[in-house]
């Protein structure tokens, strides 16, 4: 038995909850048999969370009768979230034996759910999925909402589905093992979801930050993953398709999914180092268009940089000199472009983020060349 949170997701038919708390994983066959009555499990993993994770997991879904098959292994990264690695999972599910009643078990980081979500919503025209997040920014982020995706030379998650999970198992003890570059990482998403609608909860990480990342404040962690997942179901279930309020918590991202890109998804920078310079970014250009106070975008760099994490453009290693037009012509693909006019998530302040169509291309271009410089 494991003491857990739950969070609800309130979608009606597709409601689903997340639960956080230590040892989700090892209960895993209990809490599936709980929350979709009937189903068998096929995992979706990589090689370093089978490492770790693996067996706990398999042993307790054989031991609830329920696993399908010997768990599915990629490659760990973002190079897995590809077509290639797509058509391998969905094709190895399907030999699994995987019916339409089962469900797709995801255990690892973003890149394990995005990719087995999409192979879950898909094979035999769509399975259920658990999400079992074993990073921070799985945790907090892309575990929930429903988004899956993979990347192309166009640009990062620009094919996908809405595909929500049927259940969540955080398990706060797989954080233990996260490698520290991987929890910084998962960090910047924790504190975009202060910058984005809740200045209170951001200031409490100004002060709790060093518990949070290095474990000893337990209680600080556990408590930044349900204020996360909590602000996201609430924002998921009143805009599940992304046609106005989710697109708040894309902040920092137009920027730095254009970085992602231009560094080849690769693990020169991770997925939240990208967010961390984004949110920058993002804080810069609004400073400087007199949205929102001066010292603002100072206060995130001084948190941020608390947190180990890059802050420009230039702290992405390999000494390049980003072009402009490039990162320009990569945001255009942004997935919150209207009409061709770029959409971009912009500040009034800390906690006050709200969706700008008042931009223009030039003006995101003579502003990056300056950061580029
Ligand atoms: N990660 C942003 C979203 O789920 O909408």
Known sequence: MTGHRTVH????????????????????????????????????????????????LAASLQSAGLLLGEPIVVTPGEASKGFATLETVSRRLLQ?????????????????????????????????MV???????AQVDSSV????????????????TFHQ?????????????????????????????GLLGDAAFFARLERSV?????????????????TCVVMKAGIVARDEHETGERALLNLGHTFGHALEAATGFSDRLLHGEAVAIGLVLAFGFSEAAGLCPL??????IRHLKAAGLPTHIKDIPGGEVFNPDTLTA????????????????????????????????????????????
Request: glycine share 14%; net charge positive; with cysteine.
């Open 145 to 160: 909402g429903g988004k899956t995706g993979i990347n192309t030379p166009e640009g990062k998650n620009l094919i996908g």
């Open 210 to 226: 060093d518990g949070i990342l290095s474990g000893g404040d337990a209680n600080a962690r556990t408590d930044a993953i349900e």
């Open 165 to 193: 999970p049927s259940l969540v198992l955080a398990d706060t003890g797989a954080l233990e093992t996260l490698p520290r570059r991987q929890m910084r990482a998962g960090y910047a998403e924790v504190a975009k979801a």
């Open 96 to 128: 699994t034996g995987l019916e339409r009643r089962d469900a797709v078990v995801a255990l690892g980081g973003g890149v394990i759910g995005d990719l087995a979500a999409f192979a879950a919503s898909i094979v035999r025209r769509g399975v259920r």
């Open 295 to 300: 010292g603002t975008q100072e206060r995130l």
């Open 9 to 56: 997701v309130a979608l009606g038919t597709r409601s689903y909850d997340v639960l956080i708390g230590h040892g989700l994983i090892a209960d895993a066959g209990r809490h599936v048999r709980e929350h979709l009555p009937g189903a068998r499990v096929a995992i979706v993993t990589d090689e370093n969370v089978a490492r770790q994770h693996g067996a706990a």
């Open 330 to 373: 990569l945001m255009h693909q942004d997935k919150k472009t209207v009409g061709g006019k770029p959409t971009l998530i912009l500040v009034r302040g800390i906690g006050q983020a709200y969706v700008s169509r008042e931009q223009t291309w030039e003006q995101i271009r003579d502003f990056l060349a300056g950061e580029c410089g």
């Open 131 to 137: 999400q079992v997040p074993t990073s921070l920014l």
